[in-house]
């Protein structure tokens, strides 16, 4: 996949589920859902299911924050701000999304998560970063570094 003025990446629609492709250039214009109409809201972790994990994470132009977590793990809720944040800051330049791991065994082993939560960075489809725990500065650190990424992969000095 070449590089491209706008990048692009596919988020399933929070509402009918339907996968758009998004222009992150506009991400912050409240992008719509083709099929249904209703808002792809982007400023916030948007949910994957290890179906989506191809087309939404890997096959992502902008870099993507991938938050490992599990509904009954405590320190995933506390870190869950943290990364609210970063997607609202990064608003065009990255995607975070939040992937259940419970539903996802199998990418959960191939990405080796042996603790939740655990964010991977991913860039052109492959991991480049990863925060284990609770660690707030970890996920800011990581933040700033996917958006260093981002405009790096743009070709602007
Ligand atoms: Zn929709």
């Known amino acids: ?3 491209t003025d706008t990048p692009r990446t596919e988020v ?14 506009r991400a912050g ?4 859902c083709g099929k249904c109409d209703r808002p792809i809201l ?7 299911e290890a179906d989506d994990f191809q087309a939404t994470v890997l096959g992502s132009e902008v870099p993507v924050l991938v938050d490992f977590y ?3 793990c405590g320190p995933c809720r506390m870190l869950a701000p943290h990364l609210d944040q970063v997607a609202a800051q990064g608003v065009g330049e990255l995607l975070v999304v939040k992937l ?3 539903r996802a065994p199998g990418l959960s082993q191939e990405y080796q ?8 960075l991913f860039h052109q489809g492959k991991e480049i ?9 970890g996920i800011a650190g990581l933040g700033a570094q996917a958006r260093a990424a981002a405009s790096a992969g743009e070709g602007v000095a």
């Open 1 to 3: 996949m070449s590089a």
């Open 29 to 32: 214009d409240r992008p719509k």
């Open 12 to 25: 399933r629609c929070g509402f009918c589920l339907t996968l758009n492709r998004i222009d992150m250039t």
């Open 113 to 120: 998560i042996r603790g939740l939560p655990t964010v991977l």
């Open 70 to 72: 599990a509904d009954w």
């Open 42 to 48: 982007l400023d916030r972790p948007v949910k994957v």
């Open 129 to 137: 970063s990863r925060v284990v725990g609770m660690d707030p500065a």
């Open 100 to 102: 259940d791991s419970d």
